[in-house]
């Protein structure tokens, strides 16, 4: 593992040296058009700050590369030569229907590893020249971007719109989709508002917290102006990730190795991964003891409980708190839980399981379920109702035993 980390921080180096050795000077080209044709030549620098030998590839990708071209497709430097120049053309013919705004291409120039290098440790510098071409826009077009504001109680939903057509817009609206906790759709609506030539206006609608839990929720904003629309989708996340510990054992053997139980409840509405407690054992307010237990994945808003082992073959008979840390994501840290144990003498443990029904030996393994416990409790108290209503009805109808 040392030597494959070490692999990589090489790696890392000499990419860091490269690109510092190779640049391209200007880093883009923009251009605009408005349907016309477009016969572009233009040139750019290829730097070699380091004055080093070596051969590049030139090539040219994105999504309109198959209106670039590029006369070489190689160059090579020597070690005397400080830059090269490489030429290029950009030729969209009459009528081509670009996307409205800002379209791409990279011209690309990537070092080529010599031969000899083939299985030495080492890296390939590529620098890209960007073409940008912004095409014309329709008579009717907005560009949108969602965001949130939190209000503290509320939640504001904002749709950012800019007119980038060529026409003013008369109605413009946007209808925000979400499922609240319970997936129920929740439908908010901005006021219906006028946008003039490059103006740029803020739609808000509010939606109350309460409709939320602790998670991420997919909010869909659509904005319809006119006769035409655009949808934005994007993750609203309220509050922060937790896990909630439910349950800890109250009891275990005082100088034995215990099997404990510990709950955790996933308090998030999405999967948790890679959760575990760091609990440190204390006595009289004074830290005697610390374990870590084992990780685990949490499904969103679900339970899941761990079982493992803790020693206490050398702490003696009394009342012990368990500082407990939930770690997930291994960079997400709760806040300290406090739980409260009694380590019992065999007799008092003994006494303990007669008085609560299927509460088996710790030391054995044999830990009782919480809500078994819960269920035997409640037909308990099942079964002592029924006999109080059956001596109420005997009394009532006393007569017609007499």
């Known amino acids: 593992m040392k030597t494959k980390i070490l692999l990589w921080v090489i790696a890392l180096l000499l990419t860091i040296n490269l690109a510092l050795a190779v640049g391209l000077r200007p880093a883009k ?12 030549s233009g040139e750019f620098w290829v730097v070699n700050f380091e004055q080093k030998e070596f051969t590049a590839t030139v090539y040219v990708e994105g999504e309109i590369s198959r209106y670039v071209q590029v006369e070489q497709k190689e160059v090579s430097f020597r070690e005397d030569e400080d830059a090269l120049p490489l030429n290029f053309k950009v030729v969209i013919p009459k009528g081509t229907l670009l996307s409205p705004g800002i379209s791409t291409a990279n011209i690309v120039v990537e070092e080529k590893v010599p031969s000899n290098q083939a299985n030495v440790i080492s890296s390939i510098v590529v620098v890209k020249h960007k073409i940008l071409v912004e095409g014309p826009y329709p008579d009717k077009y907005i560009v949108a971007k969602l965001n949130f504001q939190d209000q503290g109680n509320s939640i504001d939903f904002v749709s950012e719109v800019e007119n980038l057509g ?9 209808t925000f989709y979400v499922n609240d906790q319970k997936q129920n759709p929740v439908t908010k609506e901005t006021e219906t508002t006028s946008l003039k030539k490059s103006e740029n206006k803020l739609l808000k609608s509010s939606v109350d917290k309460s409709f939320f839990e602790l998670g991420e929720f997919e909010v869909s904003a659509v904005t319809t102006y006119d006769d035409q629309k655009v949808e934005i ?15 800890f054992d109250p009891y275990f053997f005082a100088n034995k190795i215990n099997k404990y139980t510990m709950d955790l409840l996933n308090l998030w509405n999405a999967d948790i991964k890679n959760v575990y407690v760091d609990v440190d054992v204390k006595k009289d307010n004074q830290k005697i003891d610390q374990f870590r237990t084992k990780s685990v994945d949490l499904p969103g808003k679900m339970s899941q409980r761990l079982q493992d082992y803790f020693d206490a073959r050398n702490k003696n008979p009394g009342e012990y708190t368990f500082d407990m840390n939930v770690n997930f994501w291994n960079n997400y840290r709760m806040e300290t839980k406090t739980f409260r144990s009694e380590l019992l003498t065999d007799d008092e443990y003994q006494q303990i399981e007669a008085a609560l029904p299927n509460m088996a ?12 416990k819960i269920i035997v409790w409640i037909m308990v108290g099942i079964f002592i109702a029924l006999i109080l209503v059956y001596i109420v009805w005997r009394y009532n109808h006393r007569e017609e035993y007499e």
Not at 234 to 246: N, R, S, Y
């Open 29 to 40: 080209t923009q251009l605009h058009t408005e349907g016309e044709e477009i016969q572009y």
């Open 361 to 372: 030996g710790a030391a054995t393994g044999q830990r009782g379920d919480p809500a078994y």
């Open 166 to 174: 060529k026409e003013d817009l008369t109605k413009v609206k946007t």
């Open 233 to 247: 989708i994007q993750k609203l996340v309220v509050g922060k990730p937790g896990v909630d510990i439910t349950y």
